[in-house]
């Protein structure tokens, strides 16, 4: 067993409402009880075949870029279908014996679908129009669900639930990196 201790440090929090899909990530990469780094850059907007997609990510950051390498090939095969491309890097994650070793997780919209995609083959779609993945996930996910009927945008909605995350989360900042799309 490795005397290494691990990476943490991500939170990425998406909100669809109002007609807009918000991805939302902090920026902090630790090391043990170390801050690496604390202006990383875990949303991205990919144009896959002409098409906008944006995409956060946790986990490892190499893995994490395989696989958004891997999801854009399969989107420029199945243009401005998301839900596909999704299902076939799911099922080549978890039968490939390279990616297999993969740790990430992964959340996509095209602004219409929002999806988180792990490495145990699944791709699924949040009951509440609200997810999260990392660290301080949970915390980003209960914040942003209760205020989902208040009167605040998609965009605020993640930014204060990312606030909350990193109030609480010692591996979140409140560093972050923000991108919207329309439906």
Known sequence: MSEFPGWHGTTICAVRKGGNVVIAGDGQVSLGDTVIKGTARKVRRLSPGGY????????????????????ETKLEATPGQLARGCVELAKDWRTDKYLQKLEAMLIVSDGKDLFVITGAGDVLEPEHDVTAIGSGGNYALAAARAMMDTDKSAEE????????AS?????TNGNLTVETLSK
Not at 55 to 65: I, L, M, P, Y
Request: glycine share 6%.
């Open 52 to 71: 906008d997609i944006i995409a956060g990510f946790a986990g490892s950051t190499a893995d994490a870029f395989t696989l958004l390498e891997r999801l």
């Open 157 to 164: 909605v993640a930014r204060t639930a990312m606030a909350i």
């Open 167 to 171: 109030d609480i989360c010692v591996y």
